[in-house]
């Protein structure tokens, strides 16, 4: 009976830790890089689908997006245990050790790194090494600096699509990819500032520099919402008109993306916890719905 208590202990310690580094990659942002990714190579395909490349292209961009998010806990998680919705997070509540999380971060890193480099190309490989770079040594450190992180965010948050189509294509002169990044870049600014007003106190409390500065009103929050935004409009009229993509994505995204809009006008007019909670979880939704009408549009065509 004691052996089998021991037994059934050490299994649970073993699925804990398991589950704590898994944890650790912060696996909601790692399969929206995937599905960014996947989209890239779909379209740099240009339907000639090579799906061994694009297996390869999956394993890894999850090493370095896995160790990238594990990497970015490691460097802020005596910040994280300041903020409530983070402090239970694996390295703040002690449950790894920050030494045997940067083993696990860089050991993810530098796999990745490697397999896209030599697996797949080094075009893939140089584009996730500037995802990588950017994110954790421009826009970590400049969240505790300035609010002005969240356009330097934008870009790593946006390179997973071009390090799809490089994955397909070998190269990152195409214009296609760029509309593609500029769709994910456009979204994730109004994403990362709902999300910013939402905790606001939270993120004060942690030193983090979210939302502008000497804007009592929301002025600025505002701007900053608005114009990508109106943005996404043009941005994903574009794919349609460079023939990359069919009425039916035309069709969904741009309604999708209007009704993006009104979350974000509604936002401008009240600038209060609920318009922000509205643009919040419609920006969870939109870039899925985007991918999804690609997919189809795709399918069809």
Known sequence: MQNTDTQAGTLQLITGTISDYYELTKPGITFTVLASMLIGFLMGSAGSMDYMLMLHAIIGTYFVAAGTAAHNMFLEHRYDGLMKRTSKRPLPDSRIAPKNGVIFSLTL???????????????????????????LFMYTPLKRISALNVFVGAVPGALPVVGGWAAATGTVFEHGMWILFGIIYCWQIPHVIA????????????????????????????????????????????????????????????LTTVAFLWYGIKFAVKRDIPTAKSLMFSSFVYLPLVWIFVFLDWMIL
């Open 109 to 135: 890193i530098f796999a990745g790194l490697l397999y896209l480099s030599f697996v797949v190309n080094p075009v893939a490989g140089a584009v996730s090494l500037a995802t990588t770079v950017i994110y």
């Open 195 to 254: 999300i910013a007003w939402v905790c606001e106190k939270d993120y004060d409390h942690a030193g983090f520099k979210m939302l502008p500065k000497n804007d009592p009103k929301g002025l600025k929050a505002t701007l900053w919402v608005l114009v990508p935004l109106v943005l996404l409009i043009p941005t994903v009229y574009k794919l349609y008109v460079m023939e990359l993509m069919g009425w039916l994505f035309l069709t969904g995204a741009m």
